[in-house]
Every structure is written in structure tokens, then in C-alpha cells.
């Protein structure tokens, strides 16, 4: 076998999170070592150190360190004491974590519809779906855009309408942080922003992980205390319900070592991005990224065909390149969420998206004749 062909034949990682392991290995072997060595397994110094970091690198007043994107979702609506009656609104194309908490609360999300090109929050359907909260007789309280596949969500349009109807804005960051829009980072919109650390998001942990970013010192206040079991003046009082929702020690230092890359990595991903972009636009409906916003590329995904998709994820599939579909199964259509209300006007691009989209190989490290090969590959296939 030559080498091209073992090129051609070798099977290409979707996200190669080993990789980056091999760039970062001795650093995250030394901080883990080093927490190892003081043993403060729990609130050690690395968590304090990284909240700081996190909180200068998006510009935000605090940044809370937690156990997972789903619990600083959580943990937000605690604060704002989200319970039954409370409608909250949040886009059917996306991962379901988004609403979970909402239902788990006891709260109603109102599913709403996105837009084709951005695949984000359709403000003109989040308007509707607090007619449709209010015509059900709920309380329309807040609003979760998502910054999906890593571009920000319409944060300008967004912010108009939740003013007008006084709703709280919690920005779902789990697969946007690091991205801007208006030249300011995300953890900066909204009342509050979660993110997650899950190691396949841009900015992943080796484990779970994930942080609350905000301006309000009540709301990161009672953040805080809800993080801790609900912790009060003091470790003995318990001021309110709370849950165990910490970012471990280890986990901080291993992202401390994570942040200092990770500009450099968006670069590169935007870079490859740009690259994909240039190489399938006649064949593929390509991401578009509008004037005023950066992504991260939490996913780089192009739009087909419904009756080609398929062969395509099977083409690539042959040779050993690997795709995904983010969504296949927006919000309304999973068994645990079809019975929740959907905004007046329906959700008919998201039902459109989720019959066209596929996402290709995407991570800072896909070197260039990976990437041709991939390319050459969804040319070949998209060709006939
Ligand atoms: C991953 C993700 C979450 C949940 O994050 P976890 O850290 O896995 O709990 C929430 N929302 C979106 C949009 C996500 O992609």
C-alpha cells in the first residue's frame, strides 16, 4: 500500500480531542500534579484562579465555576426562582439540555423557531411565543437563545424583545463561548450566560465541567450559594434550596492550561472554517457568519439536499470520514418534549434544518490534507 492510499484509507476522528492532549500534554500533566500534591480536591485554588481568567477572557464581572453547562443552566433559574406557571422560551433547533431545566423546574418551555441561515433564535417567533405563553395563562418569564454550532445568537434583536415583554435573558453559550458579536465576547449578553466544558465543545474540560458568566454581583451571589447547597452567611446556615453544582479542582486547572490556547485554537478553527467554506460553496449550502459576529465553530455545518444527505453521510462514511446531524430531532419532536407548547406561526424551519443539515469533521488540529481529503470526498459525492 502506498502512502496515499493509507491517507486515503485511515479513518478521520469527527473531533480529535487527542490531538490537542498531544500539544498540551506535560502542562495539563503538571497542573494535575500539582493538585494531586495539595489535595483540595474541592474549591482548591485552581477554581478561584480559573474563575478570574474566564471571567477577564469575555469581559464579564463574575464567572462561576460548575459542574456542568445543564447545572449553570440550573443553577440560573434557581436564582431567578423559575418555577410552575412560568413560561420560559427556547429554540427548537438545539440540543434538548437547553429546555430541560425549565421542565425540570416545573416551568413550561414554549418552543420557538429559528432562522434558515443561522440556524438561531427567530426573534420574530420568540415575540410570538410570548403571545402563546400569555394566551395559555403563563407567565412569560425569560428567554434562552443559543448560540448554536458556535455563532452567536441575534443578541441585539433578542434583547429588544425581552425588554419590551420584561423577560430575563439567559444565554446558552454551551457551544458559542469564545465567539463575539458587536466585538464583544459572549458571557456579556443577557442577565446571565451558561456555558458548558464538556470536551467535545470548543473550550472542553477532561470531564465534566461548566461555568454561570454575569454583571448582576445579586445574581452571582445567590449563583453561588445555590452552587453550595444553598449556603448562607455562614457554612452551618442553609438560606435557601440548593444542589451540589461545583467545578472541581481538577478540572480548573485543567482548563486554566485549556484558556491559554484557546484563542490560537478559535483562529484555527475559524481558519479551516474558511477553508471549507471557499471549497463547497457551489456544492453545499455553506454556514454564513454576518458582518457582525465571529463563531467558534462548535460545528462546521452545511446544508443539502434532504434526499442526498444520506448517501452523502454514507459516501464519506466508506472512507472512513465520519459526519454528524445536529438535529435530526429538534425540541418538539422528542417523546420527553412534544407535549410542551409550541409558538403561534409553528417551527417549520427547524423541522426544514433538521431534514438538511450535516456537520463535517471540525477541531483545531484537522490538518490540511485531512481537510482536502474531506472536501474532495463531499465534492465527489455532492457532484452527481
Ligand atoms: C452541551 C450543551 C448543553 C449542556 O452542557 P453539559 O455540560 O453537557 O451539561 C446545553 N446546551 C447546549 C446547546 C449544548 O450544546
Redesign the pocket.
Known amino acids: 500500500m502506498n502512502q496515499h492510499t493509507r491517507l486515503q484509507q485511515s479513518p478521520i476522528p469527527f473531533i480529535d480531542v487527542a490531538a490537542q492532549r498531544r500539544r498540551l500534554g506535560g502542562a495539563v500533566d503538571n497542573a494535575v500534579a500539582r493538585v494531586l500534591a495539595h489535595c483540595q480536591f474541592v474549591n482548591g485554588p485552581e477554581v478561584h484562579a480559573f474563575e478570574s481568567e474566564l471571567a477577564a477572557f469575555c469581559g464579564a464581572r463574575h464567572a462561576i465555576g460548575c459542574a456542568?453547562?445543564?447545572d449553570a443552566l440550573l443553577l440560573v433559574l434557581m436564582a431567578w426562582e423559575i418555577r410552575p406557571g412560568d413560561a420560559v422560551i427556547c429554540p427548537s433547533f438545539?440540543?434538548h439540555?437547553?429546555a430541560e431545566m425549565v421542565a425540570l423546574l416545573g416551568a413550561t418551555p414554549i418552543i420557538a423557531d429559528v432562522l434558515p441561515d443561522t440556524f438561531n433564535l427567530d426573534p420574530a417567533s420568540c415575540e410570538r411565543a410570548v403571545a402563546t405563553a400569555k394566551r395559555l395563562g403563563l407567565k412569560p418569564r425569560a428567554v434562552i437563545p443559543?448560540d448554536l454550532f458556535g455563532l452567536p445568537a441575534n443578541h441585539g434583536a433578542i434583547a429588544d424583545i425581552a425588554e419590551k415583554h420584561g423577560l430575563k435573558i439567559l444565554d446558552?453559550a454551551?457551544?458559542g463561548f469564545g465567539a463575539s458579536y458587536r466585538g464583544r465576547k459572549l458571557g456579556t449578553f443577557g442577565a446571565a450566560t451558561a456555558t458548558?466544558f464538556?470536551p467535545a465543545?470548543p473550550l472542553g474540560c477532561y470531564g465534566?465541567g461548566?461555568a454561570v458568566l454575569t454583571d448582576d454581583d445579586v445574581l452571582a451571589a445567590r449563583v453561588k450559594s445555590i452552587r453550595l447547597h444553598g449556603e448562607g452567611v455562614d457554612r452551618s446556615e442553609a438560606a435557601r434550596i440548593g444542589i451540589t453544582g461545583r467545578l472541581d479542582t481538577i478540572q480548573a486547572a485543567i482548563l486554566i492550561e485549556k484558556l491559554k490556547i484557546f484563542p490560537d485554537e478559535i483562529a484555527a478553527r475559524d481558519r479551516i472554517a474558511a477553508r471549507y467554506s471557499r471549497a463547497l460553496a457551489d456544492v453545499a449550502i455553506v454556514p454564513r457568519v454576518g458582518n457582525e459576529f465571529t463563531s467558534v465553530w462548535a460545528q462546521y455545518t452545511v446544508k443539502v439536499k434532504p434526499d442526498r444527505r444520506d448517501v452523502l453521510a454514507a459516501d464519506l462514511k466508506a472512507q472512513g470520514i465520519p459526519t454528524a446531524i445536529y438535529y435530526t430531532r429538534p425540541l418538539h419532536r422528542q417523546p420527553a418534549y412534544r407535549d410542551f407548547p409550541i409558538a403561534e406561526g409553528g417551527v417549520p424551519v427547524s423541522e426544514q434544518l433538521s431534514r438538511e443539515v450535516i456537520s463535517l469533521p471540525m477541531h483545531a488540529y484537522l490538518e490540511p490534507p485531512v481537510q482536502d481529503r474531506i472536501i474532495g470526498a463531499v465534492r465527489s459525492s455532492l457532484a452527481h
Open positions: 456542568s453547562g445543564t438545539t440540543y439540555a437547553t443559543v446558552d454551551a457551544q458548558s464538556f465543545k465534566d461548566g
